[in-house]
């Protein structure tokens, strides 16, 4: 790792990356419990997929609606200021859990869940960008790299808090099952079920708010324009006349889309295809994570030989690959298990490779820029009901479509990018 990684002007980031590398290990954790949501919900309440996908939508909706004005905020204020609120915001969602376990709604969880991840978008179009300025630009994807790699530390620790204190506490009885049972009695099952999530949400809440008095303690670089006067209509049009940028926009899109997508609908294959319950199918998308967060470690050391786009270039195609033969049913048992983790090892690379790509050279632009990036994980709340519906009308396996196409747009952003950054 050269001495520069963590250097800038002459003094060490280190200390100020290591505080704020926490941050993706943070929504890493909402990511992934979120994920297995849709499973519990789909048990808790019955319902279809792309009902509980409207989860995803809620989620990954609050992200395109925070994203732009976490942005001005950060620009008006400081990154330490967008830090604070967006833990504030993440740790009030997630205590919101509470009266929606009480009011026994789905609509009301889907709030928390908006809440919840306004706080992420704020944290990570904050986080993003004030990791590529600790240090060199040359070094800055490669910087960026290394800090999402907490990301799936944080996606482990969820699926475990998920696995062990939601997914267990839920009931082997289906959806026949509790249409047979009395009222009281399905009553009595979805309040103790829901009280799992309830509280396991609950106490990421109060962890979040011991974490945020350690920030507002600690001694931060602030990161603020002076008050600079902010001409949001011209960031973009100079940012959209980039081809890389634009074109790092729509890859994103695609990207998280099929991101979510993959792994809301792991675990529904993994119970389908071994013949377990939820618990047991969550060890399978655990070892997916973990290979995920290997394979990313690993990517990062080969971008120490190789540029990031043609490293971008060939896990787009080992994504597509292993996309048709999930949804080709290629094989039975393990084989497909494999070609599911396989997706995720490819995914590694992906979206801090398109975004530091996409905001290399933005100069004054690159805190608009990094929003409009993140405004961009909308693909998630669009796409995922989308492999939902597919998954409904023609099986949960042909809908793995849907992130092959979104990797072959991700494929022609890295040829393009292979072509265009030196």
């Given at each position: ?253 695609f990207y998280v889309g099929a991101q979510i997508g993959v792994w809301s609908f792991t675990i529904r294959i993994v119970m389908q295809e071994l013949g377990i319950l939820e618990k047991q199918a969550a060890t399978i998308y655990l070892v997916s994570i973990i290979c995920f967060c290997i394979s990313r470690f690993v990517f990062t ?9 043609k490293l971008l270039l060939v896990a787009s195609v080992g994504a597509i690959v292993a996309s048709v033969v999930v949804a080709l049913g290629a094989g039975s048992g393990y084989v497909m298990i494999v070609a599911l983790i396989f997706v995720s090892v490819f995914m590694s690379l992906m979206f801090p490779t398109i975004y530091g ?66």
């Amino acid at each position: 790792m050269k001495s520069n990684l963590f250097e800038k002007d002459g003094r060490s980031t280190l200390l100020p990356f290591c505080l704020v590398a926490v941050l993706f290990l943070l929504w890493g954790i909402a990511n992934n419990m979120t994920d297995t949501l849709l499973s519990a919900f789909k048990r808790i309440m019955s319902m279809t997929d792309a009902q509980t996908s409207l989860i995803q939508f809620a989620f990954y909706g609050a992200y395109f609606c925070f994203a732009l004005p976490a942005a001005i905020f950060i620009q008006r204020r400081s990154y330490k200021a967008g830090v604070v609120l967006g833990l504030c915001l993440y740790a009030a969602g997630a205590i919101l859990f509470f009266p929606a376990s009480k009011a026994a709604s789905y609509t009301f969880y889907l709030i928390a869940i908006y809440i919840l991840a306004g706080g992420c978008s704020i944290l990570e179009t904050t986080a993003n960008p004030y990791i590529m300025a600790m240090g060199s630009p040359e070094t800055a994807t490669r910087r960026l790299n290394v800090a999402q790699s907490f990301n799936p530390l944080g996606s482990i620790t969820g699926i475990l808090l998920s696995q062990f204190f939601i997914l267990s506490e839920l009931s082997s009885a289906d959806a026949a099952d509790r249409a047979a049972m009395t009222a009281s009695d399905l009553e009595q099952m979805q309040a103790h079920e829901l009280g799992a999530v309830t509280g396991t949400y609950m106490t990421v809440g109060f962890v979040l708010i011991a974490i945020m008095i350690v920030m507002l303690c600690v001694k931060m670089p602030e990161g603020s324009d002076g008050g600079a006067q902010i001409r949001i209509g011209e960031s973009f049009r100079r940012l959209w006349s980039r081809r890389v940028y634009r074109g790092g926009v729509i890859a994103q899109f695609f990207y998280v889309g099929a991101q979510i997508g993959v792994w809301s609908f792991t675990i529904r294959i993994v119970m389908q295809e071994l013949g377990i319950l939820e618990k047991q199918a969550a060890t399978i998308y655990l070892v997916s994570i973990i290979c995920f967060c290997i394979s990313r470690f690993v990517f990062t050391w080969l971008m120490k030989y190789f540029r990031p786009a043609k490293l971008l270039l060939v896990a787009s195609v080992g994504a597509i690959v292993a996309s048709v033969v999930v949804a080709l049913g290629a094989g039975s048992g393990y084989v497909m298990i494999v070609a599911l983790i396989f997706v995720s090892v490819f995914m590694s690379l992906m979206f801090p490779t398109i975004y530091g790509l996409a905001l290399c050279d933005a100069g004054q632009d690159t805190k608009i820029g990094a929003s409009g990036l993140i405004m961009a994980i909308l693909g998630g709340a669009l796409l995922t009901p989308l492999q939902g519906v597919v998954s409904d009308r023609c099986g949960v396996y042909v809908s793995y479509f849907v992130p092959m196409v979104c990797f072959a747009v991700v494929l022609c952003y890295a040829w393009n990018c292979s072509k265009d950054v030196k």
